[in-house]
């Protein structure tokens, strides 16, 4: 049987779902589905896990 999971339509550039993608493949925990380039379904309930996470990825970056 089909199971339904709550989803959040992320629009992003291509550069910052890359970096999703990259946190997403240690647990899959995050993305639900892979639209197209510009676009991903987050599972609603780790949204706030999936943005501390993409936070942290960005500030190491900018730190540099």
């Known amino acids: 049987m089909p199971k339904a999971v709550k989803g959040v339509l992320i629009e992003c550039d291509p550069a ?12 899959h925990d995050y993305i639900v589905e892979d639209l197209d380039e ?7 309930s780790q949204l706030p896990s999936l943005k501390a996470k993409l936070d942290e990825v960005i500030g190491f970056f900018s730190a540099l």
Do not use: R, Y
């Not at 910052?16 to 647990?27: P, S, T, W």
């Not at 510009?38 to 609603?44: A, D, G, I, N, P």
């Open 16 to 27: 910052i779902k890359a970096i999703i993608l990259n946190i997403d493949q240690e647990k």
């Open 38 to 44: 510009q676009h991903l379904m987050v599972k609603e």
